[in-house]
């Protein structure tokens, strides 16, 4: 294998006469954490489903190890695990039930439907809830975890399907300052410690520099910065935020 795990060349994607990505690449090695950063409307979601297989780019592929993500069937795709900023956990399952869930593309269909999962299932489950600090909650309903807990179970799902690669998008939105960090901590340590390729968009750059390795810029569907983590200083930061206002006509 190459050096790059995950690789994004000339991704676009337009909305109409909107551009929502214009030529969009990167690549990302195992091990390797990358920031997504930009405005609001800067393409990050859309990137995030480009990036997953949700959705195909007009134009320009995203491949995992040599493969378009978008022709990935089955438990090929719990080859990427996804974040999302609420959590998509079903709320009447309990927190093992879920994270058992990430399994589902593993067993055959007909057990997937019964939820008769294997003891090996099941220890891979509780050792997933285990890594996130949650092995006190298996039994506890989703929908009566607090919101950092919460994601942790997504990020504990996630773990189940022992993926390549990990995509959140803004997985820490919906959360408090320390609660956020825990999550971007764990998502950090997941990613050294396993090799996992990470990409986590953001709309915190000291949370970019603090635990991201590099840091992708997207404006307006472009890449204005695409540096390693330690050097993204104000003046990344003024070519990814400044003079918005003007942009969005919100200026007095
Ligand atoms: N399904 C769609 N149909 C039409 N326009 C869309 C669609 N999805 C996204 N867009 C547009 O594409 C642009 C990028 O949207 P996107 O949601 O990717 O931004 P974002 O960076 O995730 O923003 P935020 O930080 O607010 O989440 C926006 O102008 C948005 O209105
Ligand atoms: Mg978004």
Redesign the pocket.
Known sequence: MSGHLFVAEGVGQR??A?I?LDNVGFTLAPGQMLALL??????????FRCLAGLQQPDSGRVALDGRDVASLRGRERRRIGLVFQQFNLVGRLSALDNVLAGRLGHVPAWRGWLRTFDAADLALAHSCLDRVGLSGHADQRADTLSGGQQQRVAIARALAQQPDVIIAD?PVASLDPGSGAGILELLKSICHADGLAVVC?L?QPEYARRYADRVLG?RA?RVVVDVAAADFGPAQQDTLYDGLLHDTGLAP
Request: net charge positive; glycine share 26%; aromatic share 6%.
């Open positions: 909305y109409g909107r929502a930009g405005p609001s409307g800067a393409g990050k979601t859309t990137l803004e968009s709309h997207l569907g």
